[in-house]
């Protein structure tokens, strides 16, 4: 697949502030959560029917995890009885021994929305990913322009395919201006749009995030039940530096339990405890 990246860097200039004046200090966000604060963002691309068309949106401030949630966060979450406790099958790094600090994976987009739900989070919508991924510049990837090399935990740079997911926070060179690590590789992320060509009426344009008024287990006939969302960032199995961009952007099924590749991060509210 070819994904295209044209953008406007004076565009980009016009609307950006600075990665510091992003990260101001501001109001307090949850431990792990790093505050962004509100402006405007590029998102999209000028010409893929994969990605949405490019367009100034404007964003608010909110709080962003600084890592993805690991799968000792998920079984934490569990612990409490606040997370499906379901089977996992073997090769999902909640039951693989000494992955617990890797990404929580295999959970259904329905999982780790309930995952943020039990700490009065969100998934992010497709506007928040992207603005905290560009850190308030204009950038091809979270670091900056320079090509992917060992920034991130991907198989573009690895000699043989790599077979899973790295520890969290592992690659220094890749984090954000912001302090977000692998918002590049490890592994896609979910958020809260659905997934559709360009110019459609739920893109990350829009920012309109897919109803969670839905039964926890979904049926055949139930709202989501054959629907795609939008996942960001790339994963462990990429090879291509085009899937690890600020802007790429895939399609999962929202319903989909066995998704090695797919993981999560959660966003609350400026000032949120």
Not at 239 to 249: A, D, G, I, L, Y
Request: hydrophobic share 40%; proline share 6%; net charge neutral.
């Amino acid at each position: 697949m070819t994904v295209h990246h044209t953008r406007s860097v004076s565009f980009f200039a016009a609307l950006l502030g600075s990665a510091a004046a992003l990260a101001q200090v501001g109001p307090a966000c949850p431990q792990g959560m790093v505050a962004v604060t509100a402006g405007q963002v590029i998102i999209g691309l000028s010409a893929s029917q994969r990605q949405v068309q490019a367009q100034a949106v404007s964003q608010s401030g909110f709080c962003i995890h600084t890592a993805e949630v690991t799968a000792d966060d998920y079984s934490a979450c569990v612990a409490r009885g606040a997370c499906s406790g379901r089977a996992f099958q073997e090769n999902c790094n909640i039951v693989r021994a000494g992955n617990g600090r890797h990404p929580m994976n295999c959970v259904s987009f329905i999982e780790a929305s309930r995952y943020c739900q039990a700490f009065g989070f969100s998934l992010p919508t497709e506007a928040q990913w992207e603005y905290a991924a560009q850190s308030g510049d204009p950038r091809r990837y979270p670091w900056g322009d320079a090509p992917p090399v060992s920034q991130l935990c991907w198989s573009g740079a690895f000699e043989g395919q790599r077979e899973g997911t790295c520890q969290v926070g592992s690659f220094a060179a890749g984090r954000s201006p912001l302090g977000l690590d692998d918002m590049a590789g490890n592994v896609w992320e979910f958020t809260l749009n659905l997934f559709l060509p360009m110019g459609g009426p739920q893109s990350a344009g829009s920012a309109q995030p897919v109803s969670l008024e839905m039964p926890a287990n979904l049926q055949p006939d139930a709202p989501l039940a054959q629907a795609r969302v939008a996942v960001r960032g790339g994963g462990y199995g990429d090879v291509s530096p085009e899937f690890v961009t600020v802007t790429s952007r895939i399609g999962v099924a929202a319903n989909a339990t066995h998704l090695r590749r797919v993981g999560f991060r959660c966003v609350a509210p400026l000032g949120a405890r």
